[in-house]
């Protein structure tokens, strides 16, 4: 008789059990930890994925490969007197790259596209901190780190059926100077149109009272594209490259499709962050196209996790290593 109530709580158990799992999504990683797609969605949610799908292929820009001279080109241009176009001393040795062709998204990934990957994978919301809330927009630029979004580029991947990633820093900078020309500000025309193809404080700031945030807000698309129909290349935050960083990379790097240094302690960025300035500003800072900037991939948690979103300034791009388009 002392035994019934374990007994009973045992077969109770297993039954609670089940039921809770019931409720929980069939999340699961393949070897390399990339999230996969649950196995348990809803007719609903199989067409939000379907969609959202669709949209991504349509969003990604086929640049054919070929090749160019990578770093700071100012010696090779009539106005500089031989003189370099940026102070910076990590992106001097011009070296040629050359790249196969790839598929590069049009537009960095947003807080739309990430509610997507999340519902679809199981993953918890990006941007959920509370002074972050305001910022996340649906076509806003999503603030995420390394991690989140090299596991985003690989699941959207294998959703296109395509080996995805985030870019090399050849593969951007190629893209952002129209197949490696002298191109120094990635924009539709290579020059910065204050208030037409990069915004201006004031319009920073509009953006920033219509949803009631002392924080800039990274809508996507509000600017025209460069010649190769790639958005925002010049504006708004940073994007996350897959190379390490290495201030020393550009004297030994190989010419082929350049993949960075083995390890690192930080990851390299590119595009540059336009938030506090107009166009004399951005020209203050240097030849966009070809400056790097770098942070470590996971950042340490803060005690002020809970409320700001430390990855605010940094988003993904996605590229599709493929010789041909994406059909």
Not at 64 to 70: A, H, K, R, V
Not at 161 to 183: C, D, I, K
């Amino acid at each position: 008789m002392t035994f019934k109530p374990l007994l009973l709580s045992l077969l109770i158990s297993p039954l609670c059990t089940l039921s809770a799992c019931a409720n929980t999504p069939d999340t699961s990683v393949d070897n390399n930890g990339v999230p996969q797609t649950r196995s348990d969605l809803t007719d609903a949610e199989q067409k939000q994925l379907d969609d959202f799908v669709a949209k991504q292929k349509a969003n990604m820009r086929f640049i054919e490969g070929g090749s160019y001279e990578m770093g700071d080109f100012g010696p090779k241009l009539d106005w500089t007197g031989g003189m370099p176009i940026s102070s910076n001393g990590d992106n001097k040795t011009l070296h040629k790259v050359t790249l196969d062709s790839f598929s590069m998204n049009a537009y960095k990934a947003t807080y739309g596209d990430f509610d997507i990957y999340s519902m679809a994978t199981g993953q918890p919301k990006e941007g959920m901190q509370e002074y972050a809330e305001k910022v996340r927009q649906p076509n806003a630029a999503a603030g995420i780190d390394w991690q989140t979004a090299q596991h985003y580029c690989q699941w959207l991947g294998d959703e296109l059926n395509v080996s995805m990633n985030l870019p090399t820093e050849a593969q951007w900078e190629y893209a952002a100077r129209n197949r490696g020309q002298y191109v120094l500000f990635p924009t539709d025309t290579g020059d910065i149109d204050d208030g037409r193809n990069v915004w201006t404080f004031e319009q920073k700031q509009e953006i920033r009272n219509k949803y009631n945030t002392s924080l800039a807000v990274p809508i996507v698309g509000l600017y025209p594209p460069n010649p190769l129909g790639l958005y925002d290349m010049t504006n708004q935050n940073y994007e996350w490259m897959s190379d390490w960083y290495d201030d020393n990379y550009y004297a030994e790097s190989p010419e082929h499709n350049p993949q960075g240094p083995l390890t690192g302690k930080e990851k390299v960025l590119r595009s540059v962050e336009a938030n506090e300035g107009d166009a004399s500003t951005i020209k203050l800072i240097g030849a966009v196209s070809v400056k790097r900037w770098h942070k470590v991939p996971n950042p340490p948690l803060l005690d002020n996790d809970a409320e700001i979103n430390q990855n605010g300034d940094t988003s993904a791009r996605c590229v599709a290593n493929s010789p041909q388009a994406i059909s």
